[in-house]
């Protein structure tokens, strides 16, 4: 077993791990947030994609371990305490989910990207989100909802 | 996934003791390594994890003709720090698989696994770079050992990786469009009038530099001695993402786009 330390959503929680639990299992059995979905389980989808340590990362192709001593954000860290984040929001929206199976893993990445580059194009946000694959939506309002996201960082910051 | 120990070593030191137990094996980003672990296709006792050793981690340009890259350095860091230094390998680095697997995924990992249609060991090979280890340096011409073979003993760690900064260079990778891995990939680096090329995903002995289109870029550096080139030799990787004779047209397709990037 190995010991892990880590800061979740902002809770700071320690305990012993098995040395073969994936960061997506330690998450959803062990914490309960569940809002992590494993969809491939082969680090091609993106449906379980988390921070850490500010990185996005896919969560099924990582052990709990290795995220010792770093800060991990999940989708569950990303509404406020009874409203939606502001990508959440654009997503609903923006219809940019149907089944929402991809939707945790998107707003992940989503929120990365604004991290990295606050104004993509339309053509860096398709990129960015190469690897989380979305079976329903055709991706068209996903990009649109990313980008108004970005817009509306832009005029609040400028007001 | 079978059961193990994990050891989490600080130093190269520490992390060689590690792997001298029976039947320990290095993690890098594990991009490669917890896929055949979730299949049961290797059974490692110990993992020895290098992610948190400082002096394998950093990219650094070294008197102007040099970038050395930690073993543990992710593609992600390659792609940022050497986008003015070098930015064939920037490009290249920026260009592995998605953000979240360019975040874990590292130098080290790549070239220890010699993944047929890899893109490191295709730069690696063009440049000439130096692989070294916790215990020797060894020449890319040395390393590569035919698909997923390398020279690497038992035990080895890949700490460091020193590619030589060409004057001229230019990737040209040529996606499989699922596992966005390079169906074909092209290195080409000059370096004065000597080009070298390092071609990933074709041949069935994997990453190799390809003479003619050295020799024949080196006496005229243009898109038609590309175009011009013969076959090229061996036997190609012939399966149902492509067949050997596709494989061997786009290795002169991307040669001749990467001698037109570069000029
Ligand atoms: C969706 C996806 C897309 C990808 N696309 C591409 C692509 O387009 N191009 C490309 O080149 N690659 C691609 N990859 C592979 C990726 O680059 C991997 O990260 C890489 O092949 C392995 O690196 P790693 O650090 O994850 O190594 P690991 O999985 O940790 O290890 C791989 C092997 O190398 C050994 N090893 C690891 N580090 C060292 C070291 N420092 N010294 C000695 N041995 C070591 C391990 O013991 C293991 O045998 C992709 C992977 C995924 C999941
Ligand atoms: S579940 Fe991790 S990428 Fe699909
Ligand atoms: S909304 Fe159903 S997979 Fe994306």
Redesign the interface.
């Known amino acids: 077993m ?1 010991f892990v330390e880590l800061i979740v959503n902002g809770r700071t929680l320690s305990g012993e791990v ?3 639990k ?1 960061l997506s299992e330690f998450l959803r059995e062990d914490l309960r947030c569940t809002g992590t979905h494993i969809g491939c ?3 091609q989808c ?1 449906a379980c ?1 988390v921070h850490v340590g500010g ?4 969560s099924c ?3 709990a ?2 995220a ?1 001593g770093m800060e991990v954000v999940t989708i569950e860290g990303m509404a406020d305490e009874d409203s939606l984040g502001d990508i959440q929001q654009a997503f609903q929206d923006n219809h940019a989910l149907q089944c929402g199976f991809c939707t945790p893993g998107m707003v992940m ?1 989503a929120a ?2 604004l991290d990295e580059n606050p104004d993509p194009s339309d053509a860096e946000i398709r990129d ?5 694959l979305c079976r329903c939506t055709g991706y068209q309002n996903i990009v649109k909802a990313i980008r108004s996201v970005a817009e509306q960082r832009e005029s609040a910051a400028a007001a | 996934m079978y059961d193990f120990e994990v050891a989490r070593p600080s130093t190269i030191a520490e992390a060689a003791s590690a792997l001298s137990a029976e039947g320990a094996q290095v993690l890098g980003g594990g991009h490669t390594l917890i896929p055949t672990l979730k299949n049961r296709l290797a059974r490692p006792s110990v993992l020895v994890s290098v992610s948190r050793i400082d002096e394998m981690r950093g990219v650094r340009v070294e008197n102007e003709k040099c970038l050395c890259v930690g073993g543990a350095a992710t593609h992600a860091e390659v792609a940022s720090s050497a986008e003015e230094s070098f930015p064939a390998l920037a490009w290249l680095a920026g260009n592995i698989g998605d953000p979240a697997v360019r975040n874990r995924g590292t130098v080290g990992g790549s070239l220890a696994n010699n993944d047929p249609s890899a893109c490191y060991p295709a730069a690696a090979l063009a440049v000439g770079a130096t692989i070294e280890t916790n215990n020797r340096e060894i020449a890319a011409d040395d390393f590569f050992r035919g698909m997923f073979e390398t020279e690497l003993k038992e035990g080895e760690i890949i700490t460091k990786v020193r590619f030589p900064i060409p004057d001229a260079g230019n990737y040209q990778k040529f996606e499989q469009p699922a596992s966005r891995f390079a169906l074909v990939g092209v290195f080409l680096a000059q370096f004065g009038s000597e080009v070298r090329i390092g071609v990933t995903g074709a041949s069935e002995s994997g990453v190799f530099r390809w003479a003619d289109a050295e020799a024949a870029l080196s006496a005229d550096f243009s898109t038609e001695a590309a175009n011009g080139l013969p076959a090229a030799p061996g036997a190609m990787i012939n399966d149902l993402h492509g067949s050997g004779e596709y494989r061997a047209h786009l290795m002169k397709v991307l040669t001749a786009r990467a001698v037109a990037a570069a000029s």
């Open positions: 190995e098995e040395g073969r994936l389980d082969t680090s993106g994609v990185k996005a990362v896919k192709t990582m052990f371990w290795e010792d990445s990365a990207l960015y989100l190469e690897g989380n």
